[in-house]
């Protein structure tokens, strides 16, 4: 294996894996962190956490725990990969996971390189946008667990780490990998530990993966998978095209009996939630019932995703709602309290439609992602056909189902439907 991945929760791990293989690495998914040896021919191995929100001793304790079982596993680079909104606390927790992953491998310097054009996150003058909007005048600025207030990457990295952040301009990008590589060169002399490099295309990304191919730990959103990707195929003059089709192939959808599950509450999410509830079967998760009666609340569900089989397109149970909403939810039952709570219920419901048959589930949302993930126990997946940039089927390396993992402001407005219309059984 030549690269190893650490993600911080499990759509971004399907994000990355997803960009790895159409840019030309075979590439495995694994859910934690393997106890031994894994035997795989892939070029890249990414590990999902779900360390994105929790206390940042235990996300460093996590990330570490990952990167000696991928330098167990021969790896030769290494990135911790996070959100292209750069999802974090006013602490943490990339700034300690990333000091934690430098001073384990002996590095002073890494790059931070959240953004994923083809998305809509871009990097100017170290600052963060979302589509046209600054990150902290974005959508996100509501997130209920990490609302992101501050744009400033710089800023960002300074508050949660260590060391110190310097910049990689527009202008310097715009010269080509040497300019990059000197002025990496530059920031490490200033004693810099976390350049964040300006990107605004995707060929700012073929050329930060051209200009990093040396360097032993890399920080990002997917996006500079890209380049990653793309400079080792071109130094092991692999055909992308054939470890592309070879790999889609891998993980392309199987098992009939499809359910779609929401729990982000993102803009985007919401917007997708609005649109397949005009074309199909909805149904909203009742936070009262899944804290007074989770388990009776949950045989209900299953018995109402039964009773929707007969409709063209799958069933939908969503705990998304609006920003208000929300607020009003969490100020009645507590925030940790109501999401635990759903997080229950849903896992509760995927134990019950596994067994009646159900395998192909649709998912929106990293933690709810995650959830669904660890109740149907799945160790590996294979990375299969593309969705929307960043989310791909992926399906069991056992082939017992599939799932479409995405996360909250991924796709467009008819991603549910197209997953299932695009990729019939």
């Given at each position: 294996?030549?690269?190893?991945?650490?993600?911080?929760?499990?759509?971004?791990?399907?994000?990355?894996?997803?960009?790895?293989?159409?840019?030309?690495?075979?590439?495995?998914?694994?859910?934690?962190?393997?106890?031994?040896?894994?035997?795989?021919?892939a070029?890249?191995?990414?590990?999902?956490?779900?360390?994105r929100?929790?206390?940042?001793?235990?996300?460093?304790?996590?990330?570490?725990?990952?990167?000696?079982?991928?330098?167990?596993?021969?790896?030769?680079?290494?990135?911790?990969?996070y959100?292209?909104?750069?999802?974090?606390?006013?602490?943490?927790?990339?700034?300690?996971?990333?000091?934690?992953?430098?001073?384990?491998?002996?590095?002073?310097?890494?790059?931070?390189?959240?953004?994923?054009?083809?998305?809509?996150r871009?990097?100017?003058?170290?600052?963060?946008?979302?589509?046209?909007?600054?990150?902290?005048?974005?959508?996100?600025?509501?997130?209920?667990v990490?609302?992101?207030?501050?744009?400033?990457?710089?800023?960002?990295?300074?508050?949660?780490?260590?060391?110190?952040?310097?910049?990689?301009?527009?202008?310097?990008?715009?010269?080509?990998?040497?300019?990059?590589?000197?002025?990496?060169?530059?920031?490490?002399?200033?004693?810099?530990?976390?350049?964040?490099?300006?990107?605004?295309?995707?060929?700012h990304?073929?050329?930060?993966?051209?200009?990093?191919?040396?360097?032993?730990?890399?920080?990002?959103?997917s996006?500079?998978?890209?380049?990653?990707?793309?400079?080792?195929?071109?130094?092991?003059?692999?055909?992308?095209?054939?470890?592309?089709?070879?790999?889609?192939?891998?993980?392309?959808p199987?098992?009939?009996?499809?359910?779609?599950?929401?729990?982000?509450?993102?803009?985007?999410?919401?917007?997708?939630?609005?649109?397949?509830?005009?074309?199909?079967?909805?149904?909203?998760?009742?936070?009262?019932?899944?804290?007074?009666?989770?388990?009776?609340?949950?045989?209900?569900?299953?018995?109402?995703?039964?009773?929707?089989q007969?409709?063209?397109?799958?069933?939908?149970?969503?705990?998304?709602?609006?920003?208000?909403?929300?607020?009003?939810i969490?100020?009645?039952?507590?925030?940790?309290?109501?999401?635990?709570?759903v997080?229950q219920?849903?896992?509760?419901?995927?134990?019950?439609?596994?067994?009646?048959?159900?395998r192909?589930?649709?998912?929106?949302?990293?933690?709810?992602?995650?959830?669904?993930?660890?109740?149907?126990?799945?160790g590996?997946?294979?990375i299969?056909?593309?969705?929307?940039?960043?989310?791909?089927?992926?399906?069991?390396?056992?082939?017992?189902?599939s799932?479409?993992?995405?996360?909250?402001?991924?796709g467009?407005?008819?991603?549910?439907?197209?997953?299932?219309?695009?990729?019939?059984?």
């Amino acid at each position: 294996m030549q690269l190893g991945v650490i993600a911080d929760d499990f759509t971004g791990a399907t994000d990355i894996a997803s960009f790895l293989v159409e840019n030309g690495m075979a590439t495995v998914q694994l859910n934690g962190v393997p106890t031994g040896q894994f035997i795989s021919s892939a070029d890249a191995v990414v590990i999902s956490l779900k360390s994105r929100s929790c206390p940042a001793a235990q996300a460093v304790a996590d990330s570490l725990a990952a990167l000696e079982w991928l330098r167990g596993q021969g790896c030769q680079q290494f990135y911790f990969k996070y959100c292209s909104t750069f999802d974090s606390k006013a602490k943490g927790n990339i700034g300690p996971v990333t000091d934690a992953l430098l001073a384990a491998l002996g590095e002073s310097q890494t790059v931070i390189s959240p953004a994923l054009p083809v998305n809509g996150r871009t990097v100017y003058q170290g600052h963060l946008f979302v589509m046209e909007q600054l990150l902290s005048e974005s959508g996100m600025r509501h997130h209920p667990v990490t609302p992101m207030l501050e744009s400033n990457l710089l800023r960002l990295m300074d508050a949660q780490a260590k060391g110190r952040s310097g910049l990689v301009p527009f202008s310097v990008i715009e010269q080509g990998k040497e300019a990059v590589k000197q002025r990496l060169a530059e920031l490490q002399a200033q004693g810099v530990n976390y350049a964040v490099l300006d990107t605004l295309n995707e060929q700012h990304l073929l050329t930060q993966g051209a200009a990093l191919a040396d360097m032993k730990l890399l920080t990002g959103g997917s996006g500079l998978a890209i380049g990653v990707a793309r400079q080792w195929a071109k130094r092991s003059n692999k055909d992308i095209t054939q470890q592309k089709q070879r790999a889609q192939a891998a993980g392309y959808p199987q098992g009939a009996g499809c359910v779609v599950l929401s729990g982000s509450c993102s803009v985007m999410t919401n917007r997708q939630v609005t649109r397949y509830r005009q074309q199909t079967a909805a149904i909203a998760i009742d936070v009262e019932r899944c804290l007074s009666e989770p388990d009776a609340y949950a045989q209900s569900l299953s018995l109402w995703v039964e009773q929707q089989q007969h409709r063209r397109l799958a069933p939908m149970i969503y705990a998304t709602s609006e920003p208000e909403q929300l607020e009003v939810i969490q100020r009645q039952w507590g925030a940790e309290r109501s999401s635990s709570a759903v997080e229950q219920v849903f896992a509760a419901l995927v134990r019950l439609l596994y067994a009646q048959g159900y395998r192909r589930f649709i998912v929106a949302g990293g933690e709810t992602s995650g959830v669904v993930a660890q109740t149907l126990g799945v160790g590996a997946f294979y990375i299969g056909p593309v969705i929307s940039p960043g989310v791909p089927w992926v399906k069991s390396t056992d082939g017992a189902f599939s799932l479409a993992l995405k996360s909250g402001n991924f796709g467009d407005e008819n991603f549910f439907s197209r997953a299932q219309e695009e990729f019939p059984v």
